[in-house]
C-alpha cells in the first residue's frame, strides 16, 4: 500500500507554485480577448480560442518510495510533451500543461518516467477555465533488472588418462630417438677429429 505525504507536504506544491509558467499560459487567451474588445470580435470571431491550462504538482513515488531529485517526469498528450524535474522529497511543481490546438481535447494525459507509466492518468478537456491540480500525486511500478550470470573464472581443465601400455611405449620410443640422435653426434665428433688428425 502506498503511503500517502502528509497534510502540511500536500501544501507545499500549492505554496511553491511560480506565477510565470501560468502568465505564460493565460498569455494568448488574455491577447485573443483584448483584440476581439479592440475589434469588436469582427475579425477574430472565427479564430480559434486556445485551450485553457492545467498546472500539476504533486509528489512521485517509484516503488513505494518517493522518487529522488532530479528525476525527469514527463507528461504527454498526444503528440504534445512537456516535463518537469522531481525534486526533494520526491516533489514535482509547475508541471505546465497547455496542447495549442482544441484537437487535443479529450485525449488522456499521461505521465511517464525510467521508461515507465505512472498508474494515475488524466484527460484534457476543454474546462473553460486554467485548472490547478497541485495534490496530484503519482505512482511509478519500476521492475529491477536482474543481474546477468557471472562467468565462471576458471575453466574445469580436462583429465587425460593414459593407459599403462602406451606410457610405456612412448618410454621406449623417446629412449630409442634419444640413442638415434646421440649416434649421429657421436659420428660426427668422430669424422670431424679424424680429417683434423689426418692434415697434421
Known amino acids: 500500500m502506498y503511503s ?3 497534510e502540511n507536504t500536500l501544501v507545499r506544491p500549492l505554496q511553491g507554485i511560480s506565477t510565470r509558467p501560468l502568465l ?6 488574455l491577447v485573443w480577448v483584448g483584440l476581439a474588445s479592440f475589434t ?11 485551450p ?4 500539476y504538482g504533486g ?19 498526444g503528440d504534445y510533451e512537456t516535463s518537469a524535474v ?13 496542447p495549442n490546438s482544441s484537437d487535443y481535447y479529450n ?17 484534457f478537456l476543454n474546462s473553460g477555465a486554467p485548472e490547478f491540480k497541485t495534490a496530484f500525486n503519482l505512482h511509478f511500478s519500476i521492475s ?29 620410443l623417446l629412449i630409442a630417438l634419444l640413442a638415434v640422435v646421440g649416434g649421429v653426434v657421436a659420428a660426427g665428433v668422430l669424422v670431424t677429429l679424424g680429417r683434423r688428425y689426418r692434415h697434421q
Not at 24 to 29: E, I, Q, S, V, Y
Not at 52 to 55: A, E, N, Q, R, V
Not at 111 to 123: G, N
Not at 165 to 172: I, L, N, T
Open 24 to 29: 505564460l499560459g493565460l498569455l494568448p487567451a
Open 40 to 50: 469588436g470580435g469582427g475579425g477574430i470571431a472565427a479564430q480559434e480560442f486556445p
Open 52 to 55: 485553457f491550462p492545467i498546472l
Open 144 to 172: 529491477e533488472t536482474e543481474p546477468s550470470p557471472a562467468p565462471s573464472a576458471q575453466a574445469t581443465p580436462s583429465l587425460v588418462v593414459v593407459q599403462d601400455g602406451a606410457s610405456d611405449q612412448r618410454s621406449v
Open 86 to 98: 522531481v525534486e526533494e522529497d520526491g516533489l514535482y511543481r509547475n508541471l505546465l500543461v497547455q
Open 59 to 77: 509528489q512521485v513515488w517509484i516503488n513505494e518510495e518517493a522518487a529522488p531529485p532530479g528525476t525527469v517526469l514527463v507528461v504527454r498528450v
Open 107 to 123: 485525449l488522456p494525459i499521461t505521465f511517464h518516467t525510467l521508461e515507465a507509466t505512472a498508474q494515475e492518468s488524466d484527460t
Open 4 to 6: 500517502e505525504p502528509c
